[in-house]
C-alpha cells in the first residue's frame, strides 16, 4: 500500500526553468494539499483541493499552478522557478469528514533552484 | 476557519526529562485534533489524536488531551528518549474545504 507517493525526490533547476510536481494518492481520498517547508518558517500551505475539479489558494499561491487531473492526482507546476522556491515540497492527502480527517503525507520533493 | 498557536521551540532536554509541547486552537464547533512528528529528512506523520472535548489521545508514551475549557491540546511524554528527537506540529481536523495550517512546529532534540 503505497499511500502518497511524490515524485521526483530530488530537482535541481535553473531560475527560469519550468517543471511539474507530481502527487499521486491510493487512498480513495477527496482532499489533497501541497505544502512548502522552509527552515525557521514551518510548513506553509500553497494550495488545496477540496475534492476532484476543484482547488483554492491557500497561504503562498504566488509563483505556482495546480491542477487536479482526477481523484489519485494532485500535481504542483512552476511556470519560471526562482531561488525563492528553492524549498521541500510536500503533498498530503484527507479523508471524508470535514474537521475530522488527520493527513496523510508523502515523503517530500527536495528542490533547489540556482 | 480552525486554528492552532504551538509553542515555538528549540526545546533541548536531557535523556528521562519531562515534556510538555503547548497548543492552543481557536475554532468554529469542535474539530479533531491531531499531533505530527517529523524526523529528519522524512514527511510528516501522525503522531496522535483526539476526536472530541476530553478526550485523550496517546502513542508511543507520548499523551494529549483535547480540553475545552481552555482550548488547548498540549503534547506530554513523561521520559524522553534520544530517539524522540524531531520536529513536532499541532493541527485541527482536515478534509472537505478545510484549510489547515500549520506554524513552524516545535523542534525537539533530547540529550543523553
Known amino acids: 500500500n503505497a499511500g502518497v507517493t511524490q515524485t521526483p525526490k530530488f530537482q535541481v533547476l535553473k531560475t527560469g526553468q519550468s517543471m511539474t510536481l507530481q502527487c499521486a494518492q491510493d487512498m480513495n481520498h477527496n482532499s489533497m494539499y501541497w505544502y512548502r517547508q522552509d527552515p525557521g518558517m514551518g510548513l506553509r500551505l500553497i494550495y488545496y483541493?477540496?475534492?476532484?475539479?476543484?482547488?483554492d489558494k491557500g497561504e503562498v499561491p504566488n509563483g505556482y499552478n495546480v491542477s487536479r487531473l482526477n481523484k489519485r492526482e494532485f500535481s504542483l507546476r512552476l511556470e519560471s522557478a526562482a531561488p525563492s522556491q528553492t524549498s521541500v515540497y510536500f503533498c498530503?492527502?484527507?479523508?471524508?469528514?470535514?474537521?475530522?480527517?488527520?493527513?496523510?503525507f508523502g515523503n517530500g520533493t527536495r528542490l533547489t533552484v540556482t | 476557519g480552525n486554528s492552532v498557536t504551538q509553542m515555538e521551540g528549540p526545546v533541548t532536554l536531557s535523556e528521562e526529562a519531562f515534556l510538555t509541547i503547548n497548543c492552543t486552537y481557536t475554532?468554529?464547533?469542535?474539530?479533531?485534533l491531531f499531533w505530527y512528528v517529523q524526523y529528519p529528512g522524512e514527511g510528516l506523520q501522525l503522531l496522535l489524536k483526539a476526536t472530541k472535548a476530553d478526550d485523550k489521545g496517546s502513542n508511543k508514551g507520548f499523551e494529549a488531551t483535547y480540553r475545552k475549557e481552555t482550548t488547548s491540546f498540549h503534547l506530554e511524554k513523561g521520559s524522553v528518549q534520544v530517539s524522540d528527537s524531531a520536529v513536532y506540529f499541532c493541527?485541527?481536523?482536515?478534509?472537505?474545504?478545510?484549510?489547515?495550517?500549520f506554524g513552524i512546529g516545535t523542534k525537539l532534540q533530547v540529550i543523553p
Open positions: 483541493s477540496a475534492s476532484e475539479g476543484t482547488t
Open positions: 493541527a485541527p481536523g482536515a478534509g472537505g474545504y478545510q484549510k489547515v495550517t
Open positions: 475554532a468554529t464547533g469542535y474539530p479533531s
Open positions: 498530503a492527502t484527507a479523508g471524508v469528514g470535514s474537521y475530522n480527517s488527520p493527513l496523510h
